[in-house]
Every structure is written in structure tokens, then in C-alpha cells.
């Protein structure tokens, strides 16, 4: 994550974690360097947050149909409303691809006229040849909402198939060259 130091100095923080496979080592990593943050897990299948560090959600985030949540709803839910996501950590095994073009195309981020603010993006993104124009139409979603990538690196158990990428939002100005 970017700033540790930052989120350190912070009263709270924020954090979501959409997808686990019962495997915590993210969370267990925030917790120990950031204790004041709120850690959400959220995942198809339900598993057990080791204790004191998550608070684990079973559910599906999606458009609000078939029995899935919107972030915002998600949100609603938690009380989390009026608060900003410092890191929303994402690993859903391709489902990336539809998550943010529900949650940034259809103005999910800016419904009800408040903003749902996330300032820094962790991404695992799955790759094949099949999704070379759904990937590059991805990184310009991000683009457009000001996102611009702090990190990457291969995933080492999927070289060919997978790739972290670390995403930090910024203000429009950085994009348009006035410093």
C-alpha cells in the first residue's frame, strides 16, 4: 500500500478486502501495521476473520441485481457513508473487469450526489488473450477517474496470467501538467 506513514497518522481508517478464499495474510498485514483501520472482508463464501483483525461479509458485490450489493449499498449497510475507502484491495478472479465498469460507467461512485472517494486501489488483474481490448478499457476507466498506478508486479504463482497493480488517486490538475 502507498503511505503507510500517512494512514499511520490518521485517527481511523477504511479498509475493504473483496475477495479472500479464506486466505487473511492482507488483512493480518494491515491490522499489524495499521491497528486504528476498519478492515472489511468481503467474499462469496463465508470464512472466519482471524480474530480481532477483519470483520467478514458474505455477499457478492455487483449492480444490485441477482442478489448482489453495490458498494454504496455495502456501505449504507456498515454506516460507512461519509467516509472515504483509504485502500480497497480487490482479488475476484476476473470479475474485476465488471466491478469497476458498474462501479465508475454507471456513476456508482457519484449517486445520490455523494461521492464515494477511494484513495488507493489494489488490484490483482487477470490477463489472456481474450481480454486484450476489455483490459486496455479497463486502465482508461481508471485514467478517467484520476487513478494512476504506484505499483506492479507479476503475480509469482500466475506469471502469465495474472498482474497486482497498486493505484493512487489523484487530483485532476496532476493530469493536466498544473503542479
Known sequence: ACDIEYLKLKPSCL????????????????HERLPRCSIHTIDE????????VCTMHQLTIGDGKNKTKTLRDLMADLNHTNLEIDILKVDIESSEYALFHTLFSNNEMNRNGTQIYIRQILIEVHLDRQRIYETNALFYLFNSQNYV????ELNAGFPYYACEYGFLKL???FFRGHF
Not at 45 to 52: A, I, L, M, V
Request: net charge positive; hydrophobic share 30%; with cysteine.
Open 15 to 30: 479498509v475493504y478486502s473483496l475477495g479472500s478464499a479464506g486466505e487473511f495474510a492482507f488483512e493480518r498485514s494491515v
Open 45 to 52: 463464501r463465508r470464512f472466519e476473520c482471524p480474530k480481532d
Open 149 to 152: 498506478i504506484y505499483h506492479r
Open 171 to 173: 487530483n485532476r490538475k
